[in-house]
């Protein structure tokens, strides 16, 4: 037989690149060439066999991209807004965590008239300086996006609270937080960031990350997602800790743990740190590459591997209720979730179907038992 | 597969309603090829990584003129070439034009054989035979094969001609189909000589 031409045409049959009269063709050549009979029924199966993509790898290329583009200052959309949360956040997810629940407010796209106002309340330091502040919270239940002088913004996290002296910006901008705060800080080399918390200390240049530092959790947490921050623990003021995109540092509130350090990343010699400290990888979405730890500024509640206990004070927080878990174990069970539209209600009913227990509702408190 | 009708569809809402999620997706879905076409020519997966993200860059610089594409599967493969050659050229390297020297990575070889109903040893043989591809011949191979371009827009992008695709889609059949070939004629001879 013609060789090249049979397997010309076999090419062309497997890529649909064959028309009628070539198809034609080849099947009279393989008629007449039935040793081949075996190779190409094989061929035509690993033909079809495509390899799996691994939708990981472009996840992560795709954070990177977004955050080039960033870098080049090509706008694309707030990404942080409001008003892109829903196209990103939404449609998928409604499957994978039907369950989910959520926040009211954005359902009647009428967010801010809930959000707290900014009060931008004025309060003398009771010093001779006389040092005016400007002091922003959130009720539980509510958040807020703020602009800061220097046009850096921070979103506040429901019951958090920002405060900083109205000479923020001539020589150092400085802000204290309690709570949870997610900061977009413009980049300026000559004047740190520098935003205290009750146990930490982080000093900025110009980056992207998330605080929380609620003074009633166990935990103060700061994740970053790009640039590079240096974070101080308050008892040891002389050990700095640098955390590179992705990263998560935790330290264990009010405990004094003696810990090895494992990580390396202190930049004077390293000592036994006196709280107990880890830094973690941020945990992406597997199906869209968001952040655990952001989710919050689009209005969604995401927790993932926490307890109970911790869970609801979250909820507490979310939603401005009071919740008492009256049995010991339910608060120890380790849950994961997504809350988007839901109310209190739905919310906890949606977690009924995983773990079993009652609820009763009193007023603003509710009380979970088993 | 990528069908150029499913590209197309992705680019036409990222071009009329800034659309990211369909820009999201687009990427996600043309990520691993394009980022393989690039290292193919850039020879760096960290150069490949950025390509590509230039690329989409410029897929959003440029989304309204998108509509016009009449091949958006080729358009973006173009760009991703004509991207890279520009890099190579500013640091100031060789171009390999005629793509003899660029190095192909290829998915397809690493297939998984529960699903397929061939022997360990075949496929050994096929992955060393896909491997052992001329340059030229294997990115053809892989751009036909794994990104599921046609003949056509393949010779575009090479600028080959429609017969120089058609000899190298032959070529590389035919030593995949001889690995099978060998197997079953020594396989039965195996048999007969246990029997005998």
Redesign the interface.
């Known amino acids: 037989m013609n060789q090249e031409n049979f397997w010309i045409l076999l090419s062309k049959k497997l890529t649909n690149e064959a028309n009628l009269s070539e198809l034609k063709e080849l099947e009279d050549l393989i008629l007449e060439n039935p040793e081949w009979q075996y190779a190409i029924q094989n061929i035509e199966d690993l033909w079809k066999h495509r390899p799996a993509n691994d939708d990981m790898l472009a996840e992560d290329a795709y954070m990177l991209h977004l955050q080039r583009m960033k870098e080049f200052n090509i706008a694309f959309g707030d990404t942080i807004s409001n008003d892109a949360a829903p196209v990103i956040g939404r449609s998928k997810r409604k499957i994978r965590w039907y369950w989910a629940a959520a926040v009211l407010m954005i359902v009647a796209g009428g967010a801010f008239m809930l959000f707290d106002k900014i009060n931008q309340g004025r309060k003398g330091m009771g010093n001779s300086l006389a040092r005016e502040v400007n002091e922003i919270t959130t009720r539980p239940g509510s958040k807020s996006k703020i602009e800061l002088p220097d046009g850096s913004i921070v979103w506040l996290n429901a019951g958090s609270k920002l405060t900083y002296n109205k000479d923020y910006g001539q020589t150092l901008r400085e802000v204290t937080l309690s709570g949870e705060g997610y900061f977009d800080v413009m980049k300026m080399k000559e004047k740190p960031f520098i935003i205290h918390t009750s146990n930490i200390n982080i000093k900025v240049l110009g980056t992207v990350f998330n605080v929380k530092a609620y003074p009633d959790d166990k935990r103060t947490e700061t994740s970053l997602i790009r640039g590079s921050i240096e974070v101080t623990i308050k008892n040891r003021p002389n050990y700095k800790i640098i955390l590179s995109p992705s990263e998560k540092l935790v330290v264990e509130n009010d405990e004094i743990i003696q810990r090895e350090n494992k990580t390396g990343r202190y930049e004077l010699d390293p000592p036994p740190i006196s709280a107990a400290m880890s830094v973690n990888k941020l945990k992406y979405d597997a199906a869209d590459s968001t952040l655990v730890e952001t989710e919050w500024i689009k209005n969604r509640l995401v927790f993932r591997d926490e307890s109970f206990a911790d869970v609801a004070m979250q909820m507490e927080r979310w939603y401005n209720v009071d919740i008492e878990i009256a049995d010991p174990y339910l608060s120890e069970v380790h849950l994961n979730g997504t809350f988007d539209d839901e109310t209190i209600l739905q919310a906890l009913d949606a977690l009924k179907e995983f773990i079993s227990f009652h609820y009763e509702q009193k007023g603003n408190k509710i009380i979970i038992n088993r | 597969?990528p069908q150029n009708e499913e590209i197309k569809r992705l680019l036409k809402l990222v071009a009329l309603n800034?659309?990211?999620?369909a820009y999201?997706q687009l990427?996600?879905l043309m990520?691993?090829r394009l980022?393989q076409f690039a290292y193919s020519m850039l020879k760096s997966n960290e150069e490949a990584?950025?390509l590509?993200?230039d690329v989409?860059?410029r897929i959003?610089?440029k989304r309204v003129q998108l509509l016009d594409v009449e091949s958006p599967r080729l358009y973006l493969y173009s760009i991703t070439k004509n991207l890279a050659f520009t890099r190579i050229s500013r640091q100031k390297k060789q171009i390999n034009i005629n793509s003899d020297e660029w190095l192909v990575q290829l998915?397809?070889i690493?297939?998984?054989p529960e699903?397929?109903?061939?022997t360990e040893e075949?496929l050994r043989k096929?992955k060393q035979a896909v491997n052992q591809l001329p340059p030229r011949c294997k990115l053809i191979f892989k751009l036909?094969?794994?990104d599921g371009l046609?003949?056509k827009e393949v010779a575009e992008l090479l600028h080959l001609s429609l017969k120089t695709i058609?000899?190298q889609?032959?070529?590389?059949?035919?030593r995949?189909?001889?690995c099978?070939?060998f197997e079953?004629t020594s396989k039965s001879l195996h048999l007969a000589s246990k029997k005998s």
């Open positions: 597969m800034d659309d990211q999620t999201k990427f996600m990520y691993h980022r990584e950025e590509v993200s989409f860059i959003w610089d998915n397809s690493y297939f998984d699903q397929l109903i061939i075949i096929i036909i094969k794994e046609k003949y058609e000899a889609m032959a070529i590389a059949l035919r995949i189909a001889k099978m070939h079953i």
